[in-house]
């Protein structure tokens, strides 16, 4: 069943057009991650889906039911959307205890007291809160916010659930730790997510399918795996993981292959993004972590002046010139300054 | 420890306009007869007569009766107020916003002469009621009447303060509340007063503290049905044994702080829990209004309501009568139309240098008090010391002096120290009441000013070698002068506005308009007071508008 259902959304602020035709949707029990850098329209495409921004035009669907229609000038109000929303600041009532910013919802929900006392102890229990109902906000820790904020979108059982950069403002390490959790409290209550993140590590974590938004459009969307192994364009491309870019000039296309060639060097790639003509610019791809350093030539194998190593804890990161440009590496060792071999597997460098 | 000369002497001059007055008064208050008097001695004498004059009873009842009225209506009404303009799409709120203004800038006496005007038996309004009507359904000279005016001209206090609190209230809370299912109203009920109480609380306290203080309502209002509050009380004292009776006067100024300094001590309790719920966040959403659906020409009447019986019904009494020679049943406003009270105005020299002292009072006078404070407000920046907390409390004393109290004090300063004694018939002595008087709302503003002055810059300063005074000569004023011009402004227009201070002080050379105009009313002359009114609404409207045009914040 599809929870959620978003169709060709624009929105702007003004002048300034923040989405410009996006659809979407979100099926039952799956977790959909926005992802993009800052000002792409993340968080704007989930504040509309909340209610709180106005769209242009577009349509929304909540469990297949209309709750924004531009064409009809038809809206639904915030509140009466019935989702569940984990603000990035947690935005928690400071004025009221745990149990009551919780049990809010449900009260004007007129649920008898009896049970706002049963399933708010019940949805503290589930998040590891059961002592803490007594307590101010200001009280908590920063986790404990956390996890409050999101009883308080959960307990009232809303179609689904969206998150505004839910880890972001927890400090690093606990951010690891509060993404398992996260994502074993998703699957352990068959949740419908959306969660806006600007973190690809977060989203791949996360979620099982991700929207990759660029400049108020979907660049690309698919499964971590999809996202992470097969971009489509070279900001997809880039956006996930860590990279080496690589310009040169095209100087022969064969079999879905492109050889790149610059001053002194010339390198295979899988051909990606449509192909190049022999002669002009292109850009290749190919993440660190499949940069290989080699012992000596041998296919798609370029010979560098390596600049420095850096010890990472449990790798070391090199550091190469190849011309104007530079090429990062993973390893196991130390390796000395001079001269060494590069494999970049053919297969592992596209060019776009 | 070179630099603290300069800090050394001006927290001691401060502190010496502060409490020498104030001292003056508690002596005086503690004699049996005025201290110029060669048989006067200590005694109690002078409570004992005013406890036992049933007319200081009955004004202290009256007092209450009056903030208590105030804070019933103002708070409600202000905090509803500060809701609708900040978070809902009331229709008109840009318009709206710098008419709330006006009571706060206009003074107490020509907003109680235009109540007189329009609304008073024979006012216009009256007279038009009494055309359709039949009868006049009101009548203004009550004490509930005068809680009531009262009450609605310092609903612009309370919106103040909570919309301010209001609008540096995160709006994630409130939008949460709306995704948990709350309706606008559900939104307004159980988050966004519920958090802006301390706010409330305060500005509660406040008009309950004005309220005890008011001078100018009561006296034009309160007089023809004989409602006296503690402030006439004292001004009608003047005159009661037909001598000067200073020591009954101090007296009473003594009750009157008794009440209002722990007002002002809970005030800077109260002010400190104000931000308790502030969440200042560097990423301020785009606020979405709340839709207040077809409630919203219900608000909007409310308010324009509001408005006209606060602003209207009294500036366009003031702005008719100013122009014309009568008013009463049966006259045709044609018949009437005249300039006579302008010529009349320009014709008296008094008059004249009353208006030209207060531009200047104003102008310059202004502009040397934020000197003044500006050198205070430096005394304490970025410093902890025992110094800076004495300031702290010492710039609040004044707050606690109401004006009229303070104007006889500075009085008694001046004839107290013959060396003092020429300077009386001077403008300066207006004008160092008026600086004292204000010493803690200027200093809000100048510190504010300074507060803004990242203390990284200054410490970059003084970490390349400058004094303590060369960064406030080389940083910290020039990055404040634009603040300090727009505390100039306000400081302005509230010299502008001020009248009771200046009616002890009030002499040839030392005329201000507000003082006048007390002075005009109580000999009956409404035509003058018309007309110096209007002029008095013009300056402030100057000032306003000038504080508008280049964005001054009006409210800190």
Not at chain 2, 168 to 182: I, K, P
Not at chain 2, 521 to 533: K, Q, R, Y
């Amino acid at each position: 069943m599809t929870k959620l259902a978003v169709q060709d959304l624009h929105l702007s602020y003004g002048d300034n057009a923040i989405l410009k035709g996006v659809s979407m949707a979100l099926q039952q029990g799956e977790v959909v991650s926005l992802l993009g850098p800052s000002g792409s329209g993340k968080t704007t495409l989930l504040r509309a889906v909340a209610g709180l921004e106005v769209p242009l035009r577009g349509v929304i669907q909540i469990e297949d039911k209309p709750v924004f229609d531009g064409s009809k000038n038809f809206e639904v109000a915030a509140e009466k959307r019935n989702l569940g929303l984990v603000f990035q600041s947690y935005a928690l009532w400071p004025h009221k205890t745990v149990f009551d910013n919780v049990a809010y919802g449900l009260k004007l929900r007129s649920v008898p007291s009896g049970e706002i006392k049963q399933r708010v102890d019940n949805a503290l229990q589930n998040l590891g809160l059961g002592h803490l109902g007594d307590r101010l906000p200001h009280q908590l820790s920063g986790g404990q916010q956390q996890r409050v904020a999101i009883a308080r979108a959960l307990v009232y059982n809303p179609p689904v659930i969206l998150m505004d950069e839910p880890l972001s403002n927890l400090d690093a390490k606990l951010r690891e730790e509060a993404r398992a959790w996260l994502r074993e409290l998703i699957l352990k209550m068959q949740l419908s997510a959306l969660v806006v993140t600007h973190d690809q590590n977060e989203a791949m974590a996360m979620s099982d399918r991700i929207l990759l938004l660029n400049n108020g459009v979907i660049e690309q969307q698919g499964t971590p795996e999809e996202m992470y192994g097969r971009p489509q364009t070279l900001f997809a491309a880039d956006f996930m993981g860590s990279n080496n870019k690589i310009e040169g000039t095209v100087s022969e296309v064969r079999n879905g292959a492109t050889l790149l060639a610059g001053p002194g060097w010339s390198l295979w790639g899988e051909s990606r993004g449509g192909a190049k003509a022999s002669g002009s610019k292109a850009t290749a791809m190919i993440r660190l972590e499949r940069v290989r350093v080699a012992e000596g030539p041998g296919e798609n194998r370029v010979k560098l002046p390596l600049v420095t190593s850096m010890y990472l804890g449990d790798k070391w990161e090199y550091l190469f010139h190849l011309g104007e440009m530079r090429l990062r590496a993973y390893g196991r060792e130390s390796l000395s300054t001079g001269e060494q071999w590069l494999e970049i597997p053919k297969n592992d460098l596209w060019v776009f | 420890m070179r630099a603290s000369l300069p800090r050394v002497s001006v927290i001691g001059l401060t502190a010496l306009a502060v409490f020498l007055p104030l001292g003056l008064i508690f002596y005086q208050s503690m004699l049996n007869a005025p201290f110029f008097m060669p048989n006067k001695t200590i005694g109690a004498g002078a409570f004992e007569f005013i406890f036992a004059d049933s007319d200081f009873w009955d004004s202290f009842k009256n007092s209450l009766v009056i903030a208590g009225g105030m804070v019933l209506i103002a708070v409600p009404l202000g905090g509803i107020l500060a809701f609708l303009m900040v978070r809902t799409d009331l229709p008109g709120r840009r318009w709206i916003e710098p008419l709330l203004l006006i009571p706060v800038f206009v003074s107490p006496m020509v907003l109680a002469f235009g109540y007189v005007v329009s609304a008073g038996p024979v006012g216009f309004y009256s007279v038009w009621a009494k055309q359709i009507l039949g009868g006049v359904p009101w009548n203004v000279y009550s004490l509930t009447s005068i809680a009531i005016i009262a009450g609605l001209t310092h609903v612009p206090h309370v919106y103040l303060y909570s919309s301010s609190a209001l609008k540096s209230l995160g709006s994630d809370v409130e939008e949460a509340a709306r995704m948990t299912g709350s309706s606008p109203f559900q939104v307004a009920r159980d988050v966004s007063l519920p958090m802006v109480t301390p706010s409330l609380l305060y500005s509660g306290v406040l008009v309950f503290f004005l309220g005890f203080e008011i001078f100018g309502l009561p006296l034009v209002l309160g007089d023809p049905e004989g409602h006296l509050v503690l402030a006439t009380y004292l001004y009608k004292l003047t005159n009661k044994l037909g001598t000067p009776s200073y020591h009954l006067m101090a007296a009473v100024a003594v009750c009157i702080v008794a009440v209002t300094f722990p007002l002002v001590m809970l005030q800077r309790h109260l002010l400190k829990n104000a931000g308790k719920y502030v969440t200042v966040k560097g990423k301020a959403g785009r606020q979405r209004p709340l839709p207040l659906g077809q409630w919203r020409w219900v608000a909007a009447a409310i308010v324009a309501l509001w408005l006209f019986l606060t602003i209207i019904v009294p500036l366009s009494g003031i702005a008719l009568r100013a122009f014309v020679s009568q008013w009463g049943e049966g006259i045709k406003l044609s018949e009437v139309l005249t300039l006579d009270h302008f010529r009349t105005v320009f014709e008296q020299p008094t008059l004249v240098r009353g208006i030209v002292n207060t531009v200047l009072i104003g102008v310059v006078g202004g502009a040397l008090a934020v000197a003044c404070y500006t050198a205070v407000g430096l005394t304490t920046h970025r410093r902890n010391d025992g110094w800076a907390r004495f300031v702290d409390y010492l710039v609040l004393v004044p707050r606690a002096v109401p004006g009229l109290l303070a104007g006889l004090a500075f009085l008694w300063v001046f004839l107290f120290f013959p060396p003092l004694a020429p300077l009386r018939g001077t403008i300066f002595s207006v004008w160092l009441a008026y600086t004292v008087v204000w010493l803690a709302y200027g200093m809000r503003l100048v510190s504010s000013s300074l507060l803004q002055v990242g203390p990284e810059l200054e410490e970059a300063a003084r970490s390349v070698g400058a004094t303590r005074g060369q960064v406030n000569r080389h940083v910290t004023l020039p990055l404040i002068r634009f603040g300090l011009l727009a505390s100039w402004l306000l400081v302005f227009m509230i010299f502008e506005r001020e009248y009771s201070t200046g009616v002890y002080l009030l002499g040839p050379g030392t005329e201000v308009i507000g003082s006048l105009l007390v002075s005009l009313w109580s000999t009956g002359g409404a035509d003058m007071v018309a007309a110096l009114s209007l002029i008095n609404v013009v300056l402030v409207a100057a000032g306003l508008t000038i504080a508008l045009r280049f964005g001054v914040n009006l409210h800190d």
